[in-house]
């Protein structure tokens, strides 16, 4: 099953406006991590933004917040104020604890976010 | 950048070939951890390893094999290789344990693996 559901395959926003990009995730533990990455055209993976599932508050950094609604296990990022930079790729990923400490991250299909002028 | 290398940045081989990817991580970190971004599969965790050790196997075929470095660098080799294995192979690491504050994974730049 999978662990980690981004269910919007591309997403397409007007500059300066707001977009949401959904994710939902399965787990049964009670402490796990859910990060945002995003993959622009040039390949790289950058890291976004990050919520542990203990965090009383939503993450926030700069233009991107984390709007973590616990009992429904979603985890989405907006984006403040889309800039033609953001278009990329954005992925959803959860670590959560494993036997023999692991600290990998499991992945999303990501979604295709483009920004219109 | 993230502080993680990673060479060659491409490859082009052919079927039944071996390559070695390379991967230098931050200095400091421990962990080190191989991906593989496929147009199909995603992104797919293969292994990781911590200190030299392995940490945990993922979706790693038989035909590859990692290990790590006392230097703390790492190298995933890929054996007889198919079409199938033409993907992005990132390399990443991570601050691991109580001190780490997110535990996020600085990515490398990916090693472009081309089958032919």
């Known amino acids: 099953a999978q662990k980690i559901t981004q269910t919007q395959p591309g997403m397409f926003v007007q500059e300066k406006e707001a977009v949401t990009l959904d994710c939902t995730y399965d787990?049964?533990?009670?402490?796990?991590?859910l990060f945002w990455y995003k993959q622009p055209s040039s390949g790289e993976m950058i890291f976004l933004i990050y919520q542990g599932s203990y965090d009383q508050q939503n993450a926030t950094e700069g233009r991107y917040s984390l709007n973590f609604q616990k009992a429904r296990k979603s985890a989405n990022l907006v984006i403040s104020a889309s800039q033609l930079g953001d278009s990329a790729m954005y992925f959803c990923a959860m670590r959560e604890p494993s036997q023999g400490g692991s600290e990998k991250l499991v992945f999303g299909k990501g979604t295709k976010l483009t920004v219109n002028p | 950048d993230s502080g993680v290398t990673q060479t060659p940045k491409h490859l082009i081989t052919a079927t039944g070939q071996r390559v070695t990817l390379r991967c230098s991580p931050r200095s400091g970190d421990l962990s080190v951890y191989w991906y593989q971004q496929s147009l199909d599969q995603g992104l797919q965790f293969l292994i990781q390893?911590?200190?030299?050790?392995?940490?945990a196997k993922g979706n790693i075929l038989e035909r590859f094999s990692a290990q790590q470095f006392p230097d703390l660098h790492s190298e995933l080799n890929l054996s007889s290789l198919e079409l199938g294995d033409s993907a992005l192979y990132f390399c990443a690491s991570s601050v691991v344990g109580a001190t780490a504050e997110t535990g996020e994974l600085f990515f490398g730049e990916g090693s472009r693996l081309t089958v032919l």
């Open positions: 390893y911590y200190n030299g050790e392995e940490r």
């Open positions: 787990t049964s533990d009670p402490s796990y991590g």
